[in-house]
């Protein structure tokens, strides 16, 4: 049995979740994958039994990933304004840093692996979240939302800008760059309309 060569399971990774961004989930194979970090089909199964459990596995590598830069300096104790901030500035660097994974998530959420892979993983994350509003609340920071009000709110501007961003433009057509005044504008907005 032939061992694991870590640089070619990184490229596998990377040609795998290019592929997915590029082509979606209905027009990744193992095959274009295999072709793509040319290597043989074989290898692959090498790492992988198949299909799914190469895209599951990539995904929970990517979601421990992603958790550990998101959670980087945050502690649910904060008071609200100061965790949101902080939670901006490792999201902004998240995806700033890795453009293509927001578009990979994304072909995920829309996909028969939401459930398995996205909605059953992070759940220490997912509960260091809730416990970081339901302080907020507790203090009096905000009002108690549903987390679906909460989350659209608290982030669904951030990720609107850094579509437009990776887009390069406004929804007029006109270029647009974030900047740090845009992105720190956006947040004070988020804030004072969260905030009690």
Same mark, same amino acid.
């Given at each position: 049995?032939?061992?694991?060569?870590?640089?070619?399971?990184?490229? $596998? !990774?990377?040609?795998?979740? #290019?592929?997915?961004?590029?082509? =979606? /989930?209905?027009?990744?194979?193992? @095959?274009?994958?295999?072709?793509?970090?040319?290597?043989?089909?074989?290898?692959?199964?090498?790492?992988?039994?198949?299909?799914?459990?190469?895209?599951?596995?990539?995904?929970?590598?990517?979601?421990?990933?992603?958790?550990?830069?998101? $959670? !980087?300096?945050?502690?649910? #104790?904060?008071?609200?304004?100061? =965790? /949101?901030?902080?939670?901006?500035? @490792?999201?902004?660097?998240?995806?700033?840093?890795?453009?293509?994974?927001?578009?990979?998530?994304?072909?995920?959420?829309?996909?028969?692996?939401?459930?398995?892979?996205?909605?059953?993983?992070?759940?220490?994350?997912?509960?260091?979240?809730?416990?970081?509003?339901?302080?907020?609340?507790?203090?009096?920071?905000?009002?108690?939302?549903?987390?679906?009000?909460?989350?659209?709110?608290?982030?669904?501007?951030?990720?609107?800008?850094?579509?437009?961003?990776?887009?390069?433009?406004?929804?007029?057509?006109?270029?647009?760059?974030?900047?740090?005044?845009?992105?720190?504008?956006?947040?004070?907005?988020?804030?004072?309309?969260?905030?009690?």
């Amino acid at each position: 049995m032939r061992v694991r060569d870590i640089d070619k399971v990184q490229l $596998v !990774k990377e040609k795998a979740i #290019e592929l997915i961004v590029r082509d =979606g /989930l209905e027009g990744f194979s193992m @095959n274009k994958l295999a072709k793509a970090c040319q290597i043989s089909v074989g290898t692959l199964y090498i790492y992988y039994k198949d299909r799914d459990d190469l895209i599951v596995n990539v995904t929970i590598e990517e979601m421990r990933a992603m958790e550990e830069v998101i $959670v !980087k300096d945050f502690d649910p #104790e904060m008071s609200f304004e100061a =965790g /949101l901030r902080t939670q901006w500035k @490792n999201r902004f660097r998240y995806v700033m840093e890795k453009p293509h994974m927001n578009l990979f998530f994304d072909q995920l959420r829309s996909s028969s692996y939401q459930q398995e892979v996205l909605s059953e993983r992070m759940t220490e994350f997912k509960a260091s979240m809730s416990r970081f509003m339901q302080n907020a609340v507790a203090r009096g920071e905000i009002e108690p939302l549903s987390f679906e009000i909460y989350w659209s709110l608290a982030f669904a501007p951030l990720y609107n800008l850094l579509r437009m961003d990776r887009e390069g433009k406004k929804l007029d057509g006109t270029s647009f760059k974030i900047t740090d005044e845009v992105l720190w504008k956006t947040f004070d907005l988020v804030i004072k309309a969260l905030k009690r």
